[in-house]
Every structure is written in structure tokens, then in C-alpha cells.
């Protein structure tokens, strides 16, 4: 399975970016994951968000095929336990889609078109993270994910 995530923003911290990177290379035997980082629009007036929003929303979509799966990382989507989203990944897999894409938007947020987009509306927690560790996070939730579906052993 090809897995895509697009990310707004660069991870700019060393330590982020060597957990990122260890956790991709960990994937290599279970999918194809590719990050694409998109610059996020500047926003210099509070009044123009929902314009820069639509901005980004456009280049997200711009870069999702038709009939690829799309989990959105929201605030109001669905909380899942580690086994549920590795369930969910299963589920996506072995329907016939040949690739998973996860957004993670800007720290204003999603466009509403990125979100109508979603097949998944996925929340990591209650809590807030910094978008950085947001996609930390998830590349560990994936390759959770795959270690479980592998019934291969994995820290708990």
C-alpha cells in the first residue's frame, strides 16, 4: 500500500526530524510512505484566514487522486485506540485502495473543502499537539499499526 501524507509546514527541530525519519525507515517493509510538505499560506490579517484556508486547501486537494482513501487529522473526528486504527488501515488495505493519504493542516486549521474531501475525520486526542508532533505521532501510529496487523511484537 503506497501511504501519502501532506503536511503543512517544515519540521524544523532536529529531534522531530530524527524520530520522523526513523520511524519511515522503519515502515519500508510494510508500505510506500511519502511526506509532501506544503508551505502554508501567510496570514497577516486575522480577517483573511478562511481566504488562506481555501488557499491551502486547494493545494492539498490539487495534490489527492479520485479514488484515493483520505484520513483528515481534525479536532472533531473520530478518537481511535492503537488497534482500531491499525483495524482501519486494514480495512482501507484490503478494500482495493492503492493509496491511504493523511492531511494534517496548518495550525489554523483545515479549508472546509479538505474536510468535505475526507473519507476518515481522524482526532489524535483531546489535547492539543504542535503540528510537528502531530505528524510524529502519526508516522509511530502507522507503524504501530502495521506491527499490529503483523502480530509482530512492538513496545507497549
Do not use: W
Not at 524544523?12 to 508500505?31: C, M, V
Not at 510506500?32 to 506544503?38: A, G, Q, T
Not at 491511504?100 to 489535547?127: D, W, Y
Request: aromatic share 8%.
Amino acid at each position: 500500500m503506497r501511504i501519502k501524507i501532506i503536511a503543512l509546514g517544515k519540521i524544523k527541530e532536529k529531534f522531530l526530524k530524527d524520530g520522523i525519519d526513523e520511524f519511515l525507515k522503519r515502515l519500508t517493509p510494510y508500505a510506500s510512505v511519502e511526506i509532501v510538505e506544503l508551505q502554508p499560506v501567510e496570514i497577516r490579517d486575522e480577517n483573511l484566514t478562511e481566504k488562506a484556508l481555501l488557499q491551502e486547501g486547494e493545494k492539498i486537494l490539487s495534490l489527492i487522486k479520485n479514488d484515493s482513501f483520505v484520513i483528515t487529522l481534525e479536532i472533531g473526528g473520530k478518537q481511535l485506540a492503537s488497534e482500531e486504527f491499525a483495524q482501519k488501515i486494514n480495512e482501507i488495505s484490503t478494500s482495493g485502495v492503492s493509496e491511504l493519504v493523511f492531511v494534517i493542516g496548518s495550525s489554523c486549521g483545515l479549508a472546509a473543502t479538505v474536510s468535505n474531501r475526507a473519507n476518515f475525520k481522524l482526532s489524535m486526542s483531546k489535547m492539543t499537539f504542535l503540528h510537528q508532533f502531530a505528524r510524529l505521532l502519526l508516522v509511530e501510529q502507522i507503524y504501530r499499526a502495521f506491527k499490529i496487523l503483523k502480530n509482530e511484537t512492538y513496545h507497549k
